[in-house]
């Protein structure tokens, strides 16, 4: 799990094209845009760059990016559906340069949002920065759970505790698994070289999550909303560096 300095390389470049494509997107992110069209911005961007789009035909996954609106957590496939003032959207991207990856999930408010979406998208993006706070060699994986599910419920948000973060490297999802809750000072040893993705999914109710028939898509069981924020970080020598900067 410790990457050549070859590979960090490669790993900065592919993170940094999925921030960039992040940026692009967010300034079509706006009422009356599909969720397809978004997929095809974001496919244009990320091959004018000179990578490839790491979700799709990811396991049969059909499309370049997911799109999970509102009660939606996560794996939403780009459709017709038409963003509605109001909705949240949380858009997953992965990007592959010369055979390495980059992950990050961001969500987004279309238009004006209610209070408690507001209250959704400041607290898990923040729930992420808490994990990150444990991300340092000698802590270890449990740290960065215990972090984030503790905020999360000192908010009174549901963590998805069925999808975990991951390492990142030639493929999009290594070992280890990064869980959003956990106990301090178990779980593997972070070291220098590392590189993992770190990705709480919570809910404004209940932590319970259900699968469409699509086979896909991941709601919430109570249909109350769900955000996603995700990074890719470098474990550095005294902390971490973020691969899929804003
Ligand atoms: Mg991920
Ligand atoms: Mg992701």
Redesign the pocket.
């Known amino acids: 799990m410790i990457k050549t300095n070859e590979e960090i390389e490669l790993l900065k470049i592919a993170g940094k094209i999925v921030g960039d494509t992040h940026n692009y997107l967010k300034n079509f992110i706006k009422p009356g845009i599909t969720t397809k069209q978004l997929d095809k911005l974001a496919y244009d961007f990320i091959v004018n760059q000179g990578a490839e789009p790491s979700?799709l035909n990811y396991d049969g996954f059909p499309a370049s990016i997911?799109t999970s609106i509102n009660e939606e957590v996560?794996h939403g496939i780009p459709s017709n559906r038409v963003l509605q003032d109001g909705d949240i959207i949380s858009i997953?991207?992965?990007a592959c340069y010369k055979g390495y990856h980059g992950?990050?999930?961001w969500s987004y408010p279309v238009g004006t949002i209610s209070k408690e979406k507001q209250y959704l998208l400041e607290h898990t993006l923040k729930a992420l920065f808490e994990g990150l706070k444990m991300v340092k060699p000698g802590n270890k994986i449990g740290d960065i759970g215990y972090m984030i599910e503790k905020y999360a419920l000192n908010h009174k948000l549901g963590v998805v505790k069925e999808l975990v973060g991951h390492g990142v490297g030639s493929h999009l999802h290594e070992s280890p698994d990064v869980p959003n809750y956990g106990n301090k000072n178990t779980g593997m040893v972070l070291r220098k070289g590392m590189v993992i993705?770190i990705?709480p999914m919570l809910n404004l109710g209940s932590s319970d999550i259900c699968i469409l028939d699509d086979d896909w898509t991941i709601v919430t069981c109570d249909d109350m909303p769900s955000a996603?924020f995700?990074h890719t970080v470098l474990i550095t020598k005294d902390g971490y560096e973020i691969l899929t900067k804003r």
């Open positions: 979700f997911c996560v997953d991207i992965g992950d990050s999930a993705a990705e996603h995700e």
